[in-house]
Structures are given as structure tokens and as C-alpha cells.
């Protein structure tokens, strides 16, 4: 059973366009939700992380728009380039030192 | 900070050979380590949970007699993957949380190819 459901699969969005990954979960015991960046052949990146008691948080070009009651999450990236191609996972953890679940993944093209 | 330093990057060994990867915590103490593994296009699945000091804690379907991890230090945790087979060949990842922080860090991850 997938705990964290994420979509799309792969996305290709133009240079500049607002690229959005969206993921949805079930447990509500977690209570930690970051995305991940990883490029072929390397770890995962922590790109932004957010807690269940904010709704938005943005760093950079990068905003996760939460939805508690909704149990789902997003990702969007302002102004993409063709430099964040890459897969993106969306990952979800519970209380204590528990090991992060994590979405199938987006593989995003940014093309110029 | 926190950076978690993986070794080897690449390995190539012959099939019924032992591969060992390395984990180690640079700056910080890492009490837990998790190990994943990735195959090509795919999400990283959990293969076990290491606590410095104590037994891993694998997950369902892996071969604990397979995949030896020792976390013997604070700093440092292994992976052997033993008498090592093709379908063994895949993209191991670890990743350890930060004391204090929610925030998890992960190796650079291993490529093991088994010919």
C-alpha cells in the first residue's frame, strides 16, 4: 500500500513555466513532508520542507502549498529552467525517528 | 553541514563476491542510519533501519543474511551486500536524520553493477 500518492508521473513544461507536482497522503501521524531533488546518478536533494501547521512556504523559486484537510501537498517552480530537469520526490515522516515515505517520483523536462 | 559522505560511488564485482559501502557522518553523530535502494526510474524503496550500537531492523522481503549492516559508531554506518547477483545490481542510498532536525540527509549513493 502506497502511503504517498504522487502526480504526475513525468511532466515537460517550457523555459519560464510554473511546473506543479502535486502528492496526497493518508496518515495523518505524519507530520513532515519535504521534496526531494535528485539527478541521474546521484542522492536526493532536500529542495523545501513543510510542516502541517503552515499552508505555504516558499524559498527561493520554490513553493509547497499544503492542504491538511485535504491531506495533499504540491510543489511549484516559479520560473523554471532547463536546469531543473530532474526527478522530483515528494516524501512524508510520522513522529519520531521514522524513516521517510516517499512518492514514485516526477521526472520533470524543462525544455528551452 | 550535516553532510553525509557515501563510498564507492561505482562498483563493479563478479557475481558470488562481496560488496561492502560505507556511510559516513562528516559532521554530525548520526544514531540512526536508513539504507534504500533504487532501481533505474523508480522511487527509493526502505531496505532497513540502523541504530549505532544495536541490530538493524529490515524491512519486509529483504534478506537480512543478504544485506549485513553494521553501525558500529556514530559516524559511521556499512551495507555488505553478500555473495552478490545480478538482480542485486541497483543504486543503494543511505541517509541518516540530524539529531535535533527534522531534516534528513542523504549520501551520494552507490551504483552497484554485478556481472
Known amino acids: 500500500q502506497q502511503q504517498v500518492k504522487q502526480s504526475p508521473q513525468s511532466l515537460i513544461v517550457q523555459k519560464g513555466g510554473i511546473p506543479i507536482i502535486n502528492c496526497a497522503y493518508e496518515?495523518?501521524?505524519?507530520?513532515?513532508f519535504p521534496w526531494y531533488q535528485q539527478f541521474p546518478g546521484k542522492g536526493p536533494a532536500l529542495l523545501i520542507a513543510?510542516?502541517?501547521?503552515?499552508s505555504e512556504k516558499k524559498e527561493g523559486r520554490f513553493t509547497i502549498s499544503f492542504n491538511k484537510s485535504a491531506k495533499q501537498f504540491s510543489l511549484h517552480i516559479m520560473d523554471s529552467q532547463p536546469g531543473d530537469s530532474a526527478t522530483y520526490f515528494c516524501a512524508a515522516r510520522g513522529s519520531g525517528n521514522t524513516p521517510l515515505v516517499f512518492g514514485k517520483g516526477t521526472r520533470l523536462s524543462v525544455i528551452a | 553541514g550535516a553532510v553525509v559522505s557515501q563510498h564507492p560511488s561505482r562498483v563493479i564485482c563478479k557475481s558470488g563476491t562481496s560488496v561492502k559501502i560505507e556511510c559516513r557522518s562528516l559532521d554530525f553523530q548520526a544514531t540512526t542510519m536508513f539504507w534504500y535502494r533504487q532501481f533505474p526510474k523508480q522511487s527509493l524503496m526502505l531496505m532497513a533501519t540502523s541504530n549505532e550500537g544495536s541490530k538493524a531492523t529490515y524491512e519486509q522481503g529483504v534478506e537480512k543474511d543478504k544485506f549485513l549492516i553494521n553501525h558500529a559508531s556514530l559516524t559511521l554506518s556499512t551495507l555488505t551486500v553478500t555473495s552478490a547477483h545480478p538482480e542485486d545490481s541497483s543504486f543503494y542510498i543511505c541517509s541518516a536524520r540530524v539529531t535535533g532536525r527534522r531534516g534528513y540527509t542523504f549520501g551520494s549513493g552507490t551504483r552497484l553493477t554485478v556481472v
Open positions: 513543510i510542516r502541517p501547521d503552515v
Open positions: 496518515n495523518t501521524a505524519f507530520d513532515y
